[in-house]
């Protein structure tokens, strides 16, 4: 299939999984058209079935807001038509499914019918799409898809209850290559790197949006290390970084927090981790979780949106309701306070992953571009 790919390309969940999507379907002989405004981050274009268009909006000084919907439609619209393109699949709602109809409808004038799939990541619809200023683009946009998928029960329930939605949501998970996992058996962890071998290794992963709690993050560490020496490894970049190296400095901790900002390596930085924190205040599937536990790390994790669906409570990890942070601190503690325990727990959370590897959920998407594809056909007839 000829596949067009839209998402957003900067360090984020629905990007990563857009991208590791595309580069898994063309693995299997797929033409995959990745078309946003910039790289996606995990592009690695040294593939021939891959190819990469750039949306450029021109500046115009009349306008306040430069129309990205218009050039991204625009873009798609002549890619479809450039590459012979079967099939639009828009990752994020907003503004992709908005203008993904747009290109459909321009194509349909000329004779071109195509069939768009959006699948909803979250922030898409319980923080931003939410919000009155888009809500009715935002269900109109749903609504036109030909299929509509969301990464997790609990995102697909907070759809159907907060829009009128008029279509069935297939739910199909977010996934993970274990086969890439850089954590076989015997391979290097340079752990000695960032802790002494007394030192249990702690992290987070993540855009430090306020919705990621990251105060929570290093009150918790600041419990744990109170009873275990221990490191904190703090990834990525957001607004929350700045007030976070300060609490870490007030706390007097800051020479046990590692600040990396953004980082391309985060299999070798899972690979020396003992322990993955994710407090968030919601999460509608949580990626970097799954990640954490495909490289055999467990989760403590509030229970919160689809989190319930990835970490296994008592087995690869704890949930704890939102902000309880002497909870979530005590079960971190108890994974880590003896070698057995956390041993057992680690693998407990490689077994869970097992279960989102991508060789059981690329299928599914297959399957959902033909039904796609087949529908649109039948229109036509
Ligand atoms: O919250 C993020 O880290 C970014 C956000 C995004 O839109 O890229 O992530 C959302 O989509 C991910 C991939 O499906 C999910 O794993 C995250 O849970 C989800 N974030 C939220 O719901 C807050």
Redesign the pocket.
Known sequence: MKIAIVC?PTF??????ATELGLELAKRGHEIHFITYKQPVRLALLNPNVFYHEVTVPEYPLFHYQPYELALSSKLVDMVKMYHIELLHVH?AIPHAYAGYMAKQILKDEGIRIPMVTTL????I??VGNHPNYKSAVTFSINKSDIVTS?SQN?KDETNKFFKITKEIEVIP?FIELDKVEVAEGTPCYRTLMAKDSEKIITHI??F?K??RIPDVIKIFYAIQKEIPAKLMMVGEGPEKEKAELLCESLGILDKVIFFGNSNEIDKILCFTDLFLLP?E???????A?EAMACGVPVISSNT??LPEVNSDGFSGYLSPVGAIESMSSNAISILKDEATLKLFKKNAMEVAKRFDITQILPMYEAVYEKAIQNQHNTIL
């Open positions: 957003y984020g969940g629905s990007g990563v999984v994020y990541h979250g922030t898409d319980t923080l990464v995102l977010n993540s855009n949006r919705v990621k968030s919601t999460e509608s599937f949580g990626l970097a799954l949106g689809g």
